[in-house]
């Protein structure tokens, strides 16, 4: 069965510097999402991505965060200069539309811990 | 922003036991979703919810969306040790596919 992949699984950095995240959405999708969720919290929308263009953001996806997908697989997030409370699991996901019938799939998530 | 308020925060039960958990908006949602999260992984959809008073069967699992699209609730009936994990509830009313999440039930399973 086609699943979402993410690497790393876990990302250690120092506040500051820049980390990017990488996905490899399901090949026939369109849409690319990337979620957040800090730990014991819930699962909070980062943004949305259709024909490589931001389809939607939250307050959270502010200038220190960016999207790119550099080639047919990958879909990535870039934080540039991370800060101590961007530590989180990150998850992306992937669906073939944005409507009814065709949900999301979620990868396992990259942990973030920025020390 | 739209909110869900998902409740009980917990539930601890003993196998066979049968499980409801729901969550309410102060918004319509066009779409509810639920989900669970096994630990270190990522939500994986377990029923989705299309129409207002739709109810749907996934095995043990049933979820409805309720006639206001305000409130969805999910059951999950002869609980087993498996059926441990985090639910989620997920609502969308945006075309940009946004997925609202709720706070999340934490299910444990005493054998």
């Known amino acids: 069965e086609p699943e979402v992949t993410q690497t790393p699984s876990h990302q250690v950095t120092q506040m500051g510097q820049e980390v990017i995240l990488r996905c490899v959405p399901i090949s026939n999708h369109l849409y690319f999402y990337w979620y957040r969720q800090i730990l014991g919290q819930k699962v909070e929308f980062l943004v949305s991505?259709?024909?490589?263009?931001?389809?939607?953001k939250s307050e959270i996806f502010d200038d220190q965060f960016s999207v790119e997908r550099p080639d047919g697989s990958n879909f990535t997030l870039k934080i540039r200069s991370t800060k101590l409370e961007d530590s989180a699991m990150y998850f992306c996901a992937s669906s073939i539309t944005s409507g009814s019938g065709n949900e999301q799939f979620f990868g396992p998530g990259t942990r973030l811990t920025v020390l | 922003g739209q909110q869900l308020n998902q409740s009980p925060q917990s539930m601890f039960i003993q196998e066979g036991e049968d499980v409801s958990m729901n969550c309410t908006s102060s918004s319509i949602f066009n779409t509810w979703l639920w989900y669970k999260q096994d630990p270190g992984e990522g939500p994986v959809l377990l029923i989705a919810l299309y129409k207002a008073g739709e109810l749907t069967s996934n095995g043990r699992l049933t979820a409805q969306f309720g006639i206001t699209r305000k409130d969805s609730f999910l059951n999950i009936s002869a609980s087993i040790p498996s059926d441990v994990g985090i639910y989620f509830c997920?609502?969308?009313?945006?075309?940009?596919?946004?997925?609202?999440f709720g706070q999340g039930t934490t299910l444990q399973v005493k054998p």
């Open positions: 991505f259709y024909n490589n263009e931001i389809s939607e």
């Open positions: 997920a609502g969308r009313y945006s075309n940009t596919g946004k997925l609202i």
